[in-house]
């Protein structure tokens, strides 16, 4: 079993930055692809950025040029530096993984429990 934990959330004006971070802990082996989504009141839960173990990204074209996503793999660490945060920007945000938990095994997908950013205008 793998767990996800995340942190870093909070409240901050308009323009102000965050720092996101999620650690994975249990038995893991490799932990391929990791992501952030959010899910705003009312909304469905959506893609923030992703990362793969080599480093390849994708965001969110309402976060691109703003958010940055990254990981410490020695860590089992990923992090999301928030930067220009608008209200727009308030949701839970949520880490998942895709984790291997032996050679030749195949991933398992895990979700953390989430963790609220709210920006105030």
């Known amino acids: 079993q793998v767990q996800l934990v995340e942190s870093g959330g909070g409240l901050v004006q308009a323009g102000g930055s965050l720092r996101l971070s999620c650690a994975a802990s249990?038995?893991?082996?490799?932990?391929?692809?990791m992501g952030w989504y959010r899910q705003a009141p009312g909304k469905q839960r959506e893609l923030v950025a992703v990362?793969?173990?080599?480093?390849?990204?994708n965001y969110a074209d309402s976060v691109r040029g703003r958010f940055i996503i990254s990981r410490d793999n020695a860590r089992n660490t990923m992090y999301l530096q928030m930067n220009s945060l608008k209200p727009g920007d308030t949701a839970v945000y949520y880490c998942d993984a895709w984790v291997s938990n032996g050679p030749r095994t195949s991933d398992t997908h895990y979700w953390g429990q989430g963790t609220q950013v709210t920006v105030s205008s």
């Open positions: 990362m793969t173990r080599i480093g390849t990204t």
């Open positions: 249990g038995t893991i082996f490799t932990i391929n692809a």
